[in-house]
Nanobody, 112 residues
């Protein structure tokens, strides 16, 4: 099994920043973040491979940055210039050799 420990969510004003962290119980090839707002589909926010190849949703390009520390089995999502539309539950995700793993999610709320 793979377990994730997510942290960093919370309430922030528009234009503010948050940094999400996800610590995995073991190494995993691709890690990333998805988000889901009420009534919406869960969507990819960003992902990163062990080699550092990244993928971002168009809606967050230029504002969010994903990185990872392989020695710590940790992936980070730096979120800047946050908008109310970014409000969602953010889920840490891991994929390797066909397996798909999910964290419990952390709430991000962007509101004044």
């Amino acid at each position: 099994q793979v377990q994730f420990a997510e942290s960093g969510g919370g309430l922030v004003q528009p234009g503010g920043s948050l940094r999400l962290s996800c610590v995995a119980s073991r190494s995993i090839y691709t890690m990333g973040w998805y988000r889901q707002a009420p009534g919406n589909q869960r969507e990819l926010v960003a992902s990163i491979t062990e080699a550092g190849t990244t993928n971002y949703a168009d809606s967050v390009k230029g504002r969010f940055t994903i990185d990872r520390d392989n020695a710590k089995n940790t992936v980070y999502l730096q979120m800047n210039s946050l908008k109310p539309e970014d409000t969602a539950v953010y889920y840490c995700n891991g994929r390797t050799w066909g397996e798909n793993y999910w964290g419990q999610g952390t709430q991000v709320t962007v509101s004044s």
